[in-house]
């Protein structure tokens, strides 16, 4: 019952040589690795311009009412 899980070829060597191959940057080698990254720039961008903005209305403040 366990030597199917124990009993397994070992892959490592291949894929290693296959991700070690690759000419791509490091963090796009993994299969996912652009899904990852356009969501963490997408998210990192709106907060950005969410802090720019807020900083913008902090400095130009409320106009004086007479």
């Given at each position: 019952?366990?030597?199917?899980?124990?009993?397994?070829?070992?892959?490592?060597p291949e894929r290693q040589r296959a991700y070690?191959?690759?000419?791509?940057?490091?963090?796009?080698?993994?299969?996912?690795?652009?899904?990852y990254l356009g969501a963490y720039f997408t998210l990192?961008?709106?907060?950005?311009?969410g802090t720019v903005y807020g900083m913008y209305q902090l400095t130009m403040g409320k106009p004086v009412r007479k």
């Open positions: 019952m366990i030597d199917a899980v124990v009993q397994r070829p070992n892959h490592v070690q191959a690759s000419h791509a940057p490091i963090y796009y080698r993994l299969p996912r690795s652009r899904l990192f961008g709106v907060g950005m311009c």
